[in-house]
């Protein structure tokens, strides 16, 4: 499944309670369609004076429901017969009056109604607040919150920042792409739940003077979509960033160095308070030795200058090296030119770690989708080309396993 279609074959009812943020509301259901989701949109009395179900319906292609007496509903029980084909309901925004109305199990319009109706086991109820700070910080709210979430419910942010009331706090519906991705991750399986996982990612930039470097292509895609996925999966992720201009994924806590000495820098502390380390980076194995204080000029004799070079530290290596008890399960990665699953398994020996991921760097740097082979002293296994995402998947499934194993 490309990443592009997260959501391909899911059927979400997306429900709208009174708020601002209803013209939000509008983005999400082109994001979930776009990731391939079939949308039906619900809303209540209150939502019709924020955005119109003229638009609604527009976006989402099908006939909004807004009353429970809706008589174009197959068997007039339209509470009963929306959820039923529904793999999650959606509500964004989920104003402070409509989580207290799921607090006490009220049912006084269709959105709540179809809430309470929902089969608990297979109809999962995930909840995008939004509303003024004060509402959210409210013990009320708080309190409705809290029985919501015990009741089953998921809670999506609320994020913090500008507010309509022009206030600046927490209680603002997530962004349309962040919830969809939350969405995407909701329905990822928590291989991970309550482990830890460290990544590096991206190139190093090895300064020569104030302001030149040496650097690669490395795009740090890969190292960004493990992360993803990891998270995805339930994980604490940490993300040690070389110099990408990448958004950091949902939820997971990032950490951006330049050079390969920084890294390590970052990476060491970390390592230990991880259980798995997945260096991604395309670390420059060499640099500058010494770095110039100003900028290197011509000196008009056509000589270019001569640059010495030291080796930079092996951070895969020296994690891996890390005391039992100390020392998280070490995946590296390995871009070749060439004998690529031969060149791995030297690496597997040569870093003392027990999984490589070998893929052919031309083949890789910079684009969205890769293919590669998972080296381990037990065998091989060829993860077929694919976007990143999926890969980095499938990849943190088979780490998953190896953690179950031992
Ligand atoms: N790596 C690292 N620190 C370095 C160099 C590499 O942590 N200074 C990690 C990379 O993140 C990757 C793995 O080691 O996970 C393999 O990197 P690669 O550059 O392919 O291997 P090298 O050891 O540099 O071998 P060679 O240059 O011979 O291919």
Known sequence: MSQALALQGRHLVLGLSGGVACYKAAELVRELGRAGATVQVVMTEAAQQFITPVTMQALSGRRVVTDQWDAGVANNMAHIELSREADAIVVAPASADFIAQLAQGRAGEL??????????????????????????????????????????????????????????????????????????????????????????????????????????????????????????????????????????????????????????????????????????????????????????????????????????????????????????????????????????????????VPMIVANLGPATFGRDDNECVIVESGGDTTLPRADKLTLARALVAHIADRLNAA
Do not use: Y
């Open 111 to 352: 959105l709540p109604l179809l809430c309470l109706a929902r089969p608990l086991e297979r109809c999962p109820l995930l909840l995008a607040p939004a509303m003024n700070r004060e509402m959210w910080a409210h013990p009320a709210t708080q309190r409705n919150v809290a029985q919501a979430v015990a009741d089953g419910a998921v809670l999506l942010g609320p994020g913090s920042g500008d507010q309509a009331c022009g206030e600046v706090g927490d209680g603002r519906m997530l962004e349309p792409a962040d919830l969809c991705e939350d969405i995407v991750a909701f329905f990822q399986p928590k291989r991970l739940a309550g482990r830890s996982v460290l990544v590096t990612a991206g190139p190093t930039f090895e300064a020569m003077d104030p302001v030149r470097g040496i650097t690669n292509h490395s795009s740090g895609k890969m190292g960004f979509a493990i992360a993803r996925a990891a998270a995805e999966a339930g994980a604490r992720v940490t993300l040690v960033a070389g110099p990408v201009h990448l958004p950091t994924p949902r939820g997971v806590a990032r950490i951006d160095v330049t050079s390969a000495r920084d890294m390590l820098a970052a990476v060491l502390p970390q390592a230990p308070r991880h259980e798995v380390f997945v260096a991604t980076a395309a670390v420059a194995d060499w640099r500058p030795a010494d770095v110039a204080e100003h900028k290197m000029k011509k000196d008009g004799s056509g000589r270019p200058p001569r640059i010495e070079f030291a080796e930079n530290p092996d951070i895969l290596a020296t994690v891996a090296r890390l005391p039992a008890g100390q020392r998280p399960f070490c995946v590296g990665f390995a871009a070749e030119s060439r004998d690529m699953v031969q060149h791995a398994r030297e690496k597997l020996a040569r870093k003392g």
